[in-house]
């Protein structure tokens, strides 16, 4: 059996509050080859480690992102007394421990975002991830050689034509809509493919069983390679 990748989603939010320091040194103690984290702008122009477009879910604050500047961000608790980092923050922390999957989750960040990484000097692999997939050619265009991961919800039915029309190097799909067919596919096109977010032991394996190169997952301590 091949070597599945272990990826630590948004760290490894099983263990500690997601997209939080705490989260992805989890992620790393547990050996994970990327931690997987959301990356949002502030009022301010600020590059944030954050899912929601809201704080209200993962914070004890409220109100929009976009709206609100890193200084108040700053304030927040995202749990257990951490708080939101900054993409400079994660890089660090990250640095020389292990991967970085950065999924991009607003239109317009694709050449900052590129910037930010450049001039920390990150030298481990890095792949962009989006549902935005302009985004990811917008990577491309200030990269060019820049990993990049085309992210499906639903799969459409020209999947493989439109993903390489940006020119990616890895496919992300849905634990539940990939099948073995579609895993052979994207591979016949040179394409990596991983599945998120697949955190039952079950799920996590009949994820290996269709043949995929990663496994991203809130508990990526249960992704075992035979």
Do not use: C, W
Not at 123 to 138: C, D, K, M, V
């Amino acid at each position: 059996m091949h070597r599945v990748l272990r990826i630590g989603h948004r760290g490894a939010a099983g263990h500690a509050p997601e997209n939080t320091l705490a989260a992805i040194e989890k992620g790393i103690a547990f050996g994970v080859d990327f931690v997987e984290i959301d990356m949002r702008r502030t009022a301010d122009g600020a590059l944030v480690v954050l899912h929601d477009e809201t704080v209200n879910r993962t914070t004890n604050g409220t109100g929009l992102v976009a709206q609100l500047s890193l200084a108040d961000l700053k304030k927040l608790d995202a749990g257990n007394g951490e708080h939101i980092p900054t993409l400079e923050d994660v890089l660090k922390v990250i640095a020389r421990r292990a991967g970085l999957m950065l999924e991009l989750k607003v239109k317009g960040t694709a050449q900052q975002a590129v910037e930010v990484v450049r001039e920390a000097g990150f030298r481990n692999p890095i792949i962009y991830a989006s549902f935005l997939h302009e985004e990811l050619s917008h990577v491309r265009a200030v990269d060019p050689g820049a990993s990049l991961m085309v992210l499906f919800g639903r799969v459409p039915n020209d999947a493989v034509s439109s993903a390489l029309a940006h020119g990616p190097s890895h496919i992300g799909l849905r634990h539940d809509t990939a099948t073995r067919r579609l895993v052979e596919d994207f591979h016949r096109a040179g394409l990596l493919v991983f599945v998120y977010t697949a955190d039952s032991p079950g799920d996590i394996q009949h994820a290996v069983s269709l043949g995929v190169d990663g496994v991203i997952s809130n508990f990526p301590e249960r992704i075992m390679n035979q």
